[in-house]
């Protein structure tokens, strides 16, 4: 599908499958959609399922101009003729799915967010020096190394074929992104202090082995949030949907059906 945002034209990958109520899946910043597949293979009998690889990932087109993801996200939802769905976001397209949330609760039935960044949150020493080691490979354009520290830093007690699969996949993302650094901004111009009057039922889950500082921005979410619920993935990290779909299945289905 193609997206407008100032003039500009983007042509988004999007996916659709199942039946059922619907559910948009937004993916993690190291990923595209494609880091969905345990949940597209076993949801399609109970969702009308939606995946989108962002701007600048999988094999939408590269990020050009000024745009948001969370409008993008919007205007799929407009595009299929979705008024509202659940939106289930990892990592950084957890923050995409907090956004629209926040900017747009109209659209929303319910969030997941997985293991999700928060603007304005002081990170660690140990995330500052990730930041400063795959800023260091950038620079240098050294987009194997760059992809490298992600793989190590959030997946480097995942399995092999999870961190081969997340590999490919940030690679792909950094080349298409090496042109132009995406200019992308929030719809909501201060979400931590939207958070407290979001009227969504959010489920807010983190890896039991995810980094601290994703952790206590887990605890942060769900003490803010007025209707969330806070769980762990057990014997997962940073994408606890695919290093133990069964596991995250397990919490995340029963809030999609309404009946935790």
């Known amino acids: 599908m193609n997206v407008y945002e100032g003039g500009t034209a983007a ?65 799929l939802l407009d595009g299929a003729g979705i008024d509202r769905a659940h939106v289930v976001g990892a990592s950084f397209g957890g923050l995409v799915a907090l956004d629209l949330a926040a900017a747009r609760p109209d659209r929303v039935l319910g969030l997941v967010l997985a293991d999700p960044p928060l603007p304005g949150y002081a990170w660690s020493e140990e995330m500052r020096g990730f930041f400063a080691a795959e800023e260091a490979a950038l620079e240098a354009g050294d987009l194997e190394a760059a992809t490298d520290v992600n793989v190590e830093f959030w997946l480097g007690a995942a399995p092999g074929p999870v961190q081969e ?54 605890d942060r979410l769900a003490a803010a949030l007025p209707h969330a619920r806070r769980a762990v993935v057990p014997r997962a990290g940073h994408l606890p949907s695919l290093e133990q779909p069964a596991a995250f299945d397990e919490i995340a289905l029963p809030f999609l059906d309404g009946r935790r």
Not at 184 to 212: C, I, N, Q, W, Y
């Open 165 to 218: 699969a997340i590999r490919e996949q940030q690679l792909n993302a950094f080349r298409l992104q090496a042109d132009d650094e995406p200019d992308d901004s929030l719809l909501t111009a201060d979400l931590p202090g939207a958070l407290a009057t979001l009227e969504v039922r959010t489920l807010v889950l983190t890896g039991e082995h995810d980094k601290a500082d994703f952790r206590a921005i887990g």
């Open 11 to 75: 042509s988004l990958h999007v996916e659709h499958a199942g039946s059922g109520p619907p559910v948009v899946l937004i993916h993690a910043g190291v990923a595209d959609s494609r880091m969905w597949d345990p949940q597209w293979a076993a949801w399609q009998t109970r969702f009308a399922l939606t995946r989108l690889d962002l701007r600048g990932f999988g094999r939408s087109g590269a990020p050009v101009g000024s745009f948001s993801h969370a409008g993008d996200v919007a205007a």
